[in-house]
T-cell receptor
Framework: DTGVSQDPRHKITKRGQNVTFRCDPI?????LYWYRQTLGQGPEFLTY????????KSRLLSDRFSAERPKGSFSTLEIQRTEQGDSAMYLC????????????FGSGTRLTVV | SQQGEEDPQALSIQEGENATMNCSYK?????LQWYRQNSGRGLVHLIL?????REKHSGRLRVTLDTSKKSSSLLITASRAADTASYFC????????????FGQGTRLTINP
């Protein structure tokens, strides 16, 4: 296992379109996290999963955002009817949980809404 | 919402000097972690210090934690040009969701 993979690395979309991002975590990690980061800011928590269960969603996550983790493996983050304010880096991370170690982050998906 | 606040927001030093970054937080924590981020990339975990620890070392990194002051510091000794990056502290709370809350970061520039 080579780490956390995110796809695509970059996405440019027109306002109003739907986009979907994928994250493949480290296989032994049962926890998976999505964060959003804008330029010059720290990552902001969006949601996280323990296995296939989505345990928490941030208030930042409007109804246009949905995340899934079927079978507790890879995860997808979908944004419907994108807005210019959705432009950001979307980061995925995984961990074994229980604060045994830090998170392993993917390289992120940079979304630009034009 | 951001919990940690890093200080300074930006730091520029000469190669070979030591760099110190500080982090303050608000709530009780289980642990505090430091991450590095090179421009446009994902974050890399550097070190984790638990709430019952006061100091931890990893190579050229030294982290301290003062839970009474709700603060932490990251010291990078003998800095190198490759240390140029943004550094973030992140806190894991005792209760509630096991998620990390990140600060705004310190932008470190090492001048050759």
């Amino acid at each position: 296992d080579t780490g956390v993979s995110q796809d695509p690395r970059h996405k440019i979309t027109k306002r109003g379109q739907n986009v979907t991002f994928r994250c493949d975590p480290i296989s032994e990690h049962n926890r998976l996290y999505w964060y959003r980061q804008t330029l010059g800011q720290g990552p902001e928590f969006l949601t996280y999963f323990q296995n296939e269960a989505q345990l928490e969603k941030s208030r930042l996550l409007s109804d246009r955002f949905s995340a899934e983790r079927p079978k507790g493996s890879f995860s997808t983050l979908e944004i419907q009817r994108t807005e210019q304010g959705d432009s950001a880096m979307y980061l995925c991370a995984s961990s074994p949980g229980n604060w045994r170690e830090g998170y392993t982050f993917g390289s992120g998906t940079r979304l630009t809404v034009v | 919402s951001q919990q940690g606040e890093e200080d300074p927001q930006a730091l520029s030093i000469q190669e070979g000097e030591n760099a110190t970054m500080n982090c303050s937080y608000k709530t009780s924590i289980n642990n505090l972690q430091w991450y590095r981020q090179n421009s446009g990339r994902g974050l890399v975990h550097l070190i984790l210090i638990r709430s019952n620890e006061r100091e931890k070392h990893s190579g050229r990194l030294r982290v301290t934690l003062d839970t009474s002051k709700k603060s932490s510091s990251l010291l990078i000794t003998a800095s190198r040009a490759a240390d140029t990056a943004s550094y973030f502290c992140a806190t894991g709370r005792i209760q509630g969701a096991q998620k990390l809350v990140f600060g705004q970061g310190t932008r470190l520039t090492i001048n050759p």
